[in-house]
């Protein structure tokens, strides 16, 4: 509980993507949770550069994190990543 796995969120992430029938290659975008702690978004910037082959890529990719702005949003933070992808397609 206290120390995150990559492993387990990679293959956590790599099902949901494969169960929807998803191309990892074509997100350009990830929320991210932003715990602003070393460990949590060390490893969360590792898992997603690794699943989505940031190293790979021709055009940039996002890693967005509005918890850490805005604070624990709870039943809006679905909004307020919207919101936050919204102005990144803008930009």
């Known amino acids: 509980m206290t120390d995150p796995s990559s492993a387990a969120q ?3 992430i790599r099902k949901a993507y494969m169960m ?3 191309d990892h290659r074509t997100t350009i975008y990830v929320e991210s949770h932003g715990t602003r702690t070393q460990a949590g978004n060390l490893m969360e910037c590792t898992v997603v550069a ?4 940031t190293e790979k890529r021709d055009s940039p990719f996002y890693i967005g994190a509005v918890k850490p702005k805005v604070g624990q ?3 809006d933070c679905a ?4 919101v936050e992808s919204g ?3 803008v930009w």
């Open 79 to 82: 909004i307020a990543s919207i």
């Open 10 to 12: 990679e293959a956590l």
């Open 20 to 22: 929807a029938g998803l």
């Open 87 to 89: 102005f990144l397609l």
């Open 73 to 75: 949003l709870e039943g």
């Open 50 to 53: 690794a699943i989505f082959e």
